[in-house]
């Protein structure tokens, strides 16, 4: 039996799962934020431990503006690009999202 595998598909195949699989992630966590939150009548624990960075520039700007719609936005999509580029900094970027997220809830 021959199997034609053109190796070019498979690696698109590939980029396309890894590009679901950050846009998927992207869009549930932000519906877990935007649920938990309940237009301001809920909870922001669960939004603060997933986005950190994007609560640290608010308490910054005193001011919420695009910027920190945009900063919550790409922060898991660069956190999948490093994972599937650079897996060994992974360490080192949990840990940097575990002291964001000490700073942000601890103020």
């Given at each position: ?58 308490s ?18 660069i ?29």
């Amino acid at each position: 039996m021959i199997v034609f595998m053109d190796k070019s598909l498979s690696k698109r195949n590939k980029n396309f799962i890894k590009s679901a699989t950050i846009t998927i992630l992207t869009v549930g966590f932000s519906l877990i934020s935007i649920i938990t939150i309940g237009a301001g009548h809920g909870t922001t624990i669960p939004s603060k431990i997933i986005f950190p960075y994007a609560y640290l520039a608010l308490s910054n700007l005193k001011d919420l503006n695009i910027f920190v719609y945009i900063l919550a936005l790409i922060q898991i999509p660069i956190y999948g690009i490093i994972y599937y580029n650079k897996p060994k900094y992974m360490k080192w970027l949990f840990v940097m999202h575990i002291i964001a997220t000490i700073f942000v809830l601890i103020n």
